[in-house]
């Protein structure tokens, strides 16, 4: 079974350029996050999906993020335009729905976002 | 607000040896998870602590939960270099929604040297 997938691995932008990450969760699965990993501090929560829905996007930090997902499949995450702040590692993941009881997720590789 | 806190940040130990890695979290949880990264890797799902007192071992690693202490251990033992990663803690809150997010620790990185 396929993992979670994330494209590109790594992305190099200026201050003001627009980027856009994707995210392939694993099949089936109808939970679908995003995470982020400022200069080495946690791993922070953006958004959650359900299916296409916005479950949760308290951890979003501003306006210039904007996360679409396609009919309940793949993820994208767009950042417009990008700020110096937003350099990091950005991880997707995805869970089974709540029949499991619990929520264990499912990381992809991360993709890699540098903005100078 | 669900803090999690993990210590050491930083742990160089020697082959052979036992350490702990301890991860405090600030509110009340039954579910605790366990994850080990490898440089450019995926975080890897080691261990799902589900209940007060739960202990899961998988080879030199052993994790526990005390869900009254707040507090879940990272026990490693007899350390070998493949044991060489980062290792985070991460919390969920008590109540199965539809999918919680996870609270991280800072995460551990762990150094073995021969």
């Known amino acids: 079974e396929a993992g979670v997938t994330q494209f590109p691995s790594h992305s190099v932008i200026e201050k003001g350029q627009t980027v856009t990450l994707r995210c392939d969760p694993i099949?089936?699965?109808?939970?679908l996050y995003w995470y982020r990993r400022v200069m080495g501090k946690e791993i922070k929560f953006l958004l959650h999906?359900?299916?296409?829905?916005?479950?949760?996007e308290s951890g979003m930090p501003n306006n210039r993020f904007l996360a679409e997902r396609t009919g309940g499949t793949y993820s994208t995450l767009k950042v417009q335009p990008a700020e110096l702040e937003d350099s990091g590692v950005y991880f997707c993941?995805?869970?089974?729905?709540?029949?499991?009881?619990?929520?264990?997720?499912?990381f992809g590789p991360g993709t890699r976002l540098t903005v100078l | 607000e669900l803090k999690v806190e993990q210590n050491p940040l930083f742990l160089s130990m020697q082959e052979g040896k036992n350490y702990t890695i301890y991860c405090n979290y600030s509110?009340?949880?039954?579910?605790l998870y366990w994850y080990r990264q490898d440089p450019g890797k995926s975080l890897e799902s080691l261990f799902v602590?589900?209940?007060?007192?739960a202990v899961k071992q998988e080879g030199r690693l052993m994790a526990s939960l005390d869900t009254k202490a707040r507090l879940s251990t990272l026990h490693i033992t007899a350390a070998v270099h493949d044991l060489s990663a980062t290792y985070f803690c991460?919390?969920?809150?008590?109540?199965?929604?539809?999918?919680?997010?996870?609270?991280f620790g800072a995460g551990t990185i762990l150094r073995v040297k021969s």
């Open positions: 993941a995805s869970s089974q729905g709540r029949d499991r009881g619990y929520n264990e997720q499912f």
């Open positions: 099949s089936g699965h109808d939970n």
């Open positions: 999906f359900v299916k296409e829905s916005k479950q949760d």
């Open positions: 509110t009340t949880s039954d579910r």
């Open positions: 602590l589900l209940s007060n007192g």
């Open positions: 991460a919390v969920d809150k008590e109540r199965w929604l539809d999918g919680n997010k996870l609270v």
